[in-house]
């Protein structure tokens, strides 16, 4: 018997890919900084899809990961981000020149849409103590 487990609906215009059984596939993000590519432009907003046990295979394989294991999230990372801006080749490379808190923020969010299926957090106001849920997906400031 298959499962199907499905996702929490995506908002309109965000681009996310929807298979037609209701699992979210890709999620967008926003960078804390930004990915500075060769000609000095800033790329920001990005997409990352779930990963697939082939994902997360491979790369035990590959000799950089051998030789220090820290270089496992880097090659995960460029097998599941799509897109970050304008570029759309993203690979080993494009992750190592990205800022360490970018880095950071792609791990966590990767963490969070593989091993929870969104993107939300559950936080509390430390001046009123009120409950609510934000969207760790990036975006402006005062959108969730």
Do not use: K, W
Not at 68 to 95: E, F, K, M, Q, W
Not at 107 to 112: I, L, N, V
């Amino acid at each position: 018997m298959r499962r199907t487990t499905a996702a929490a609906p995506a908002p309109a215009g965000h681009g996310d890919h929807d298979t037609g059984a209701g699992l979210r596939t890709e999620f967008p993000f926003r960078l804390p900084r930004g990915y500075v590519d060769e000609h000095g432009t800033v790329h920001r907003d990005g997409v990352m899809r779930l990963a697939t046990a082939r994902d997360e295979l491979v790369p035990l394989r590959d000799d950089r990961v051998r030789e220090n294991s820290a270089y496992l999230s880097v090659v995960l990372i460029s097998r599941v981000v799509t897109r970050i801006g304008t570029v759309d080749d993203i690979h080993p490379g494009v992750v190592e020149d990205l800022f360490a808190s970018d880095l950071a923020f792609l791990q966590d969010f990767y963490r969070r849409i593989n091993a929870e299926g969104h993107t939300r957090a559950a936080v509390t106001c430390p001046s009123c103590q009120e409950e609510f849920a934000v969207d760790l997906a990036g975006g402006r400031l005062g959108e969730s």
